[in-house]
């Protein structure tokens, strides 16, 4: 087997407990908190994996660490470049700040002011694309020509996948009883690595994808059995737009019981009800995944939902409450 279907390969759990024990000593084991107010809201208890607390200020250090320390020294030799609009950017440079190595980020002309400042803080070297993916692609192929740099995509790489899992795997060695388990949807590399661990973890439970009805592809490629394109519409969950590859389509598709719907304004009520009840700052992904529960979308009312909360990077001078 060569390195590139290593790479396309769904990992196992293994894989997901291999990279657990890499990115440790580099990570923070992020808290799991709960709100007895926000359990009768949801009519469950809720059990929130505090991931918008974590390096960076999202789990996409995760998944970025676990596959730049898998790179070997002659991979890792002309550092790393990865398309991103902000979380899997800044993670990528400060993982490749901890490996000694560059990181050249690929970023859209409307990414975050906040995600853009992030990057500069890690070390990233940004180059600019237009914000589609034939742009992302074609601008991507180019800093590789130039530089020799080994792409780690933000979710199309079993590496990162198995990275994202560690996650789930930390929220289910401390609350080993869950029923049901929700990430953001995305790209699925979050939703995809999460079910892997809690299937092997705990056969039972339903894995789960929170989407904006605006950024709905996860949900409309399950129905249709098919890689479904991205929507037209924006949504304010900007580290949602990104569509299902190849590789996480397959491991949704057999693994993933549901994708739930939330509006816009149902993401901003789940944002304000977090801060105000927990006093977590989340970004709009990360509330994508807490709405469904506050909104009693997924049939678990008195079952208990574990709820990984995504990121906390957002512009504070932009609140949309």
Known sequence: ???????TDAPNFEAILAAHKRISPHIHRTPVLTSTSLDEIAGARLFFKCENLQKTGSFKIRGATNAIFSLTDQEARQGVVAPSSGNHAAAMALAARWRGIPAFIVMPSNSSAAKVKAVEF??????????????????????MR??????????????????????????????????????????????????????????????????????DDAYRSLKAGKIEP????????????????????????????????????EIVAAMLLLWERTKLVVEPSGAVAAAPALNRKIRAEGKKIGIILSGGNLDLHKLPF
Not at 163 to 174: D, I, M, P, V
Not at 239 to 251: C, D, N
């Open 1 to 7: 087997m060569n390195a590139t279907s290593l790479l």
């Open 122 to 143: 890690y070390g990233g070297k940004i180059t600019y694309c237009e914000p589609h993916m034939a742009s992302r692609e074609a601008t991507c192929a180019e800093v």
């Open 146 to 215: 130039n530089t020799g740099a080994h792409l780690v995509h933000p979710y199309d790489d079993a590496r990162v996948i198995a990275g994202q899992g560690t996650a789930a795997l930390e929220l289910l060695e401390e609350v080993s009883d869950l029923d049901v388990l929700v990430t953001p949807a995305s790209g699925g590399g979050l939703l995809s690595g999460s079910a892997i661990a809690a299937k092997n973890m705990r056969p039972g439970i339903r894995a789960i994808g929170g989407e904006p009805s605006n950024a």
């Open 230 to 265: 991205a929507a037209k519409s924006e949504t304010m969950a900007d580290g949602l737009r990104a569509t299902l590859s190849p590789l996480t389509f397959s491991i949704l598709k057999s693994l993933v019981d549901e994708i739930s719907l939330v509006t816009e304004e």
